[in-house]
Every structure is written in structure tokens, then in C-alpha cells.
């Protein structure tokens, strides 16, 4: 089945680390995004990519940083420089059609102790 | 940049009854979309609805678009305990030559009770 796969699905890190989470997704599609979800709150964009070696920053990439070296994955790396990493973040594409509809993977959230 | 914004925040009502979202943006737009989030899962897209078109239908839900109002409902009819989630409206900004990048709304929790 098609989909897109983000792991691990919780993840705990001290302060000052890199954490790194993973995407990947074998729809086919062009265009992949990064966002941050916090409690009560909408989706913010982090980062996204239309195409393979290229990205492009969204409202918050702040501590930050994403790769984009093969079409199917897409990690984002939360630095040690994001002041308030605790969230679940949500990996998503799309093929580059007018509609712009995302399909999302399952989340992984991140709790810094 | 929040695009769109979600009325009411929560809305608990019981199983059979109708639930009704509303959404309103700033911007002119290419398209809205909703979609459903179950706790702590990912987000489905459930329907789109362009900016020429008026209404849309697809089983139980009805959607809504008012472009001279910069407003968009949606509709839940004979609501189900299945349906408890969050919804989100989601606008379009345009980037580049390639179609636009969607910006959401707060969401709104709804709570069918059985």
C-alpha cells in the first residue's frame, strides 16, 4: 500500500541534542512538507520541498534543517538552536497538481526532558 | 501567517444530530480543504471545494463556500461517535508556477457523544 511512513513515533531527547525524523513516502510525489503541531493550535509549515535537492523554509524554521537527497525522503533535524522543541510534527506530500491536497503520515512526537 | 479561522473551538453534541464548522480566511484563494485528525494521528483529506464553485457534497458532508465573505462551512449530517476528531480548513497561498502550499486553520474539536 502507498503511503507515508514517519518514525519513530515518540521520541525523547535531552536538551541539547539533535534528534533527527525520518519520512518516507512511496506515492510517487514530487512535493514533500514538514509541520509542527502544538496543542490547541493548527499546523505550522517548517520546511518544504518541490524537488529532490531542493527546500525551501516555511513560517517557523528557526532550529531547523531539512535534506532532500532522494524523492522518497524528505528528514528534518531538530537542533540543539529550537528554544521549544516539544511537539508532534507531521510529514506530508503532495503531487504538484492546482489542488494542493496533502496526505500526511502517522506523526512523531518529540519531548524534550 | 494564519490563513484560516476556525469557529467554534469545541463542539459536543449527541450521536444523530448535525455538526457545523465554520472557516473564515483573509486572502483570495485557489481552493479550501478540510480535514479530519483523529487524536494523535495524522490528518485525512476528506473534500475540497474550489473558489468558483458554491457547494459540495460527499456522503454525509456538505461543504460550503463563500467567497465574497472569505467564509466556508462544513456540515455533518446524522453524526456518528466514529466522527469524534478534529477538523481543519486549510487555504491556498500561491508559490511559484507549481500551486500553493496550504496554510490551516486552529481546527475545531468535535465530540459526538453516543
Known amino acids: 500500500d502507498g503511503g507515508i511512513t514517519q518514525s519513530p513515533k515518540y521520541l525523547f531527547r535531552k536538551e541539547g541534542q539533535n534528534v533527527t525524523l525520518s519520512c518516507e513516502q512511496n506515492?510517487?510525489?514530487?512535493?514533500m512538507y514538514w509541520y509542527r503541531q502544538d496543542p490547541g493550535q493548527g499546523l505550522r509549515l517548517i520546511y518544504y520541498?518541490?524537488?529532490?535537492?531542493?527546500?525551501q523554509k516555511g513560517d517557523i524554521a528557526e532550529g531547523y534543517s531539512v535534506s532532500r537527497e532522494k524523492k522518497e525522503s524528505f528528514p528534518l533535524t531538530v537542533t540543539s538552536a529550537q528554544k521549544n522543541p516539544t511537539a508532534f510534527y507531521l510529514c506530508?506530500?503532495?503531487?504538484?497538481?492546482?489542488?494542493?491536497?496533502?496526505?500526511f503520515g502517522e506523526g512523531s512526537r518529540l519531548t524534550v526532558l | 501567517s494564519q490563513q484560516g479561522e476556525e469557529d467554534p473551538q469545541a463542539l459536543s453534541i449527541q450521536e444523530g444530530e448535525n455538526a457545523t464548522m465554520n472557516c473564515s480566511y483573509k486572502?483570495?484563494?485557489?481552493?479550501l480543504q478540510w480535514y479530519r485528525q483523529n487524536s494523535g494521528r495524522g490528518l485525512v483529506h476528506l473534500i475540497l471545494?474550489?473558489?468558483?464553485?458554491r457547494e459540495k457534497h460527499s456522503g454525509r458532508l456538505r461543504v460550503t463556500l463563500d467567497t465574497s465573505k472569505k467564509s466556508s462551512s462544513l456540515l455533518i449530517t446524522a453524526s456518528r461517535a466514529a466522527d469524534t476528531a478534529s477538523y481543519f480548513c486549510?487555504?491556498?497561498?500561491?508559490?511559484?508556477?507549481?500551486?500553493?502550499?496550504?496554510?490551516f486553520g486552529q481546527g475545531t474539536e468535535l465530540s459526538v457523544k453516543p
Open positions: 520541498s518541490q524537488i529532490v535537492n531542493d527546500f
Open positions: 506530508a506530500s503532495s503531487i504538484e497538481d492546482d489542488t494542493g491536497e496533502l496526505f
Open positions: 471545494i474550489r473558489s468558483n464553485e
Open positions: 486549510a487555504t491556498d497561498l500561491p508559490f511559484g508556477n507549481q500551486g500553493g502550499k496550504l496554510i
Open positions: 506515492l510517487n510525489h514530487d512535493a
Open positions: 486572502t483570495s484563494i485557489n481552493n
